[in-house]
């Protein structure tokens, strides 16, 4: 795999068929501007270290309004497993630093 770093990011070439969800995840948050870490799971696909069924992503701390904006465009073409409430999933999850899966 060739690897190129350039600033802040890293650049590869590999076959990125595994892990179109989470490019198309993390695409959704970089339209809302909102700042994430992928720690776990998918980065050992990546680098090719196996595969994983998990994912995580850490994100910043980010107002109601963000997240609802960013609620609206994921529930288009995802589903939350904790609840289908926004509200309940910023007040009850985000604020209180617990996982939204």
Excluded: Q, R
């Excluded at 595994?18 to 776990?40: A, C, E, Q, T, W």
């Amino acid at each position: 795999m060739d690897v190129d770093f350039k600033d802040n990011e890293i650049l590869f070439k590999k076959e990125l068929a595994n892990i179109i969800p989470v490019l198309d995840f993390v695409g959704m948050l970089k339209n809302h501007n909102i700042k994430y870490v992928i720690f776990s799971g998918y980065i050992d696909a990546i680098f090719g270290h196996g595969i994983s069924e998990e994912i995580n992503i850490l994100l910043e701390n980010i107002t109601f309004g963000k997240f609802l904006k960013f609620w609206l465009e994921f529930e288009g073409s995802y589903e939350c497993i904790n609840t289908g409430d926004p509200i309940d999933a910023y007040n009850g999850y985000m604020k209180n630093h617990h996982a939204i899966a």
